[in-house]
Structures are given as C-alpha cells and as structure tokens.
C-alpha cells in the first residue's frame, strides 16, 4: 500500500498559480515514481482570497490547511491593490503571518545554493565564489519586531504620528531555533554563525547569551557571533566562510533575501517554514523566498525553479521522504546542467544556455524526476 499525504496547494497571487501548477506538474511525475499517493488540494489565499470569499484566508483555506500533512504556498500581495484595504488585511499580514502564527511556525530554512553552471548569474566576482556557495540562513520566524507588542501608528498632539513596532524576544524562543540552527550545522559542514546587535539592541545581549549557553549542548559544532551589519557585508565579500546562519526574524529576512542574490536570482531559492515535530511527522508550510513579480503574471516568463525546490523540501521535512526529495533536487540541477534557463538566469554569452518559459521548465524538470 502507498504512502498517502495530504497538501494543501495555495497559489496566492501574481505568478503564484503559474509556478504551483508547475510544481504540482513534478509532484505528480514523484508520485508516479516512488508509488506515493499526494492528494493535493487547491485553495485560494492572498487577493485570490480576498476576491472569492473577502478576506485573505478564507476560512474554509485555514481548515484545509488544518486538515493537511503540509502546505505548498505560493505567493501573495499585489503592490497595486494592496493600498485600497486597511493594512491589517492586507495578505502579507491577514494571511502568511497569520499562517506562521496559527501552526507555530518557528523556524524558517532557506538554501542558498550556487550551481557551478549558474556562476555566471551571480553578481560576486568568480574568485569571490571560490568553490562554491551553499548557506543555509535558519531564521527565527514567529517573534521579534514582526510580532512583537505594541505594534501601532498614533497621532501626535503636536501634530504628525508616531509609529512603533516592538522587537521581543524571550529565552525560550532563542533556544528553540538555537537547536534547530546547531542541528543543521551537525548534518553540513559543522559550523554556525548568530547573527545579532549586541552592541546596541538588548534583545541582541539575550540572543549572543542563550545562543552561547546552548552552543555548549553541541561541542563539534564551531560557533561564532558576527554583527549583522558585518554579516551583510561579509555575505558579498566572502560568502564561502558561511554554512549555517542563524538569524532573528527581521535580519533573517533581510539577509536571506540579499543572500538568494548569490544564487543567481530570488526565483531559485525555496524555503521551508517549519513548527514543532509531531510524531515522526513535521507540519510545515513551503514558499519561493521570491514575490508575486505581477508584471510578468500570465506570461510564461516567472521561473518555478523555487516553487519546485520548495515542494522538495517538503518531500524531505514534512513527510520524510528523502529519496523522493533528492530525485527533485537532482532533476533541477540536471536541468540546469543541461542549459535550460528562464529569463532571470539566462545570458545570451552562455553558449550552451537556451531560454524557456515557466512551463517548459516545469515540464522539463518533472521528465528528470521520471528518468
């Protein structure tokens, strides 16, 4: 009897729905080959919400989500539609933060892998890349200055406004990504860097202290603490002394993103977005690090190179499917091997390169998988 999953599949916005049917194209050629049984469900979310039951997460979404082993996210927000509701219903906020709030979602994963035939797509200098680039930034994802309270705008007496957001953080919460950040290190090259502002914020003094007391629980795994100012800064001029980055939630956000520059382009990099192990079993909800890119919505252009690597981290976190996750990695680096490329990777100097669309690389991919 096969193994049965079940996946929430939320498009969202822009180019979302372009990219999911492309990853759900390559989870169909996985389940044909390793006999699993996916069944996937699509809902609505982000404006897609919005326009079919008036709010970004539809309730009867959030319940399939609840109902699910996983969810496969796209994308959300439209900079064009977003001003004309109140902030606080905006998709960024009414749904994806509010996902990662609902199911504790704690701990954020982001790959940064340089492909040797993508080197040409990276904006560092070849002696800059050395051997090759492979971070995994490991970001704090339900505290700090995104959640944090209070969190308003208010009107001044002398006139104006005064906006506060509210960094917090609590020893709990370093400690439970502390693990997961030094856990990862063990599996990769053994070797971790916090980032903080100990030198000016009092949250960074906390992190830098309970980040260093659990190091202790991990005595083969190397330990530094950078500033994150040096740490934006050391990611362009030598990305290579990295291998895990642990991050809180805002400067994981900010350096994960300057950090996909590395790999070529934000339509390269997946992410997983993980809570607390059930069982043998983890939920997690699986995004491109990349935007909803409405510009180029509907027109075979977005790459789905994220949304399909992401579904492959969800073989791997979520199901414990590493055979089936390693098949899909392989195929997009096959692929890419091969010189398919989408527009955002693509340079006409590159002899061996031939531009596609988002379908044809979906396509392209899912045949890999079969082989």
Not at 43 to 49: K, N
Not at 218 to 226: C, F
Not at 345 to 356: E, F, H, L, N
Request: hydrophobic share 45%; charged share 25%; aromatic share 6%.
């Amino acid at each position: 009897m096969s193994q049965a999953f079940q996946i929430a599949a939320l498009a969202g916005d822009g180019i979302g729905p372009e990219v999911m049917s492309e990853a759900i194209k390559v989870l169909r050629a996985v389940e044909k080959k390793f006999g699993l049984t996916l069944k996937i469900t699509e809902a609505p979310v982000g404006w897609a919400g919005i326009d079919a039951a008036g709010k970004a997460l539809p309730d009867a979404t959030l319940a399939l989500c609840k109902q699910s082993d996983a969810v496969l996210f796209g994308s959300v927000g439209l900079p064009d539609r977003d001003p004309t509701i109140p902030k606080e219903e905006r998709p960024e906020r009414a749904a994806l933060l509010r996902l990662r709030k609902e199911f504790g979602l704690f701990a954020n994963l982001r790959p940064v892998v340089l492909s040797k035939a993508l080197a040409h797509a990276c904006p560092l200098q070849p002696e800059r890349q050395g051997d090759g680039i492979d971070i995994l930034v490991v970001r704090e994802l339900t505290g700090g200055m995104y959640f944090g309270q209070p969190k308003l705008t208010e009107n001044l007496e002398a006139g104006g406004k005064r906006a506060i957001d509210t960094m917090v953080y609590t020893t709990a919460e370093i400690e439970r990504i502390a693990h997961v950040g030094f856990r990862a290190a063990r599996l990769r090259h053994k070797k971790l860097t916090s980032i903080d502002k100990a030198n000016v914020l009092e949250n960074g003094v906390l992190w830098r202290d309970v980040v260093t007391r659990v190091a202790k629980e991990y005595p083969d795994v190397a330990l530094e603490h950078m500033f994150v100012d040096n740490g934006a800064m050391q990611l362009m001029l030598k990305p290579t002394q990295f291998d895990v980055m642990l991050c809180e939630n805002m400067f994981g956000d900010i350096l994960s993103d300057e950090a996909a520059a590395l790999a070529g382009s934000l339509g390269m990099l997946p992410s997983a977005s993980l809570g607390q192990t059930t069982g043998e079993r983890t939920f997690g909800v699986y995004e491109p690090a990349g935007g909803t890119a409405p510009d180029i919505a509907g027109k075979n252009l977005a790459n789905p190179i994220a949304q399909i690597a992401s579904a492959g981290l969800m073989l791997e976190y979520s199901f414990g499917l590493s055979d089936a996750a390693n098949a899909v990695h392989k195929a997009i680096a096959k692929v890419i091997g091969d010189g398919l490329r989408t527009g955002d990777i693509y340079i006409a100097q590159d002899a061996k390169a031939r531009k596609v669309g988002t379908r044809e690389m979906g396509d392209a991919i899912a045949a890999a998988v079969s082989v």
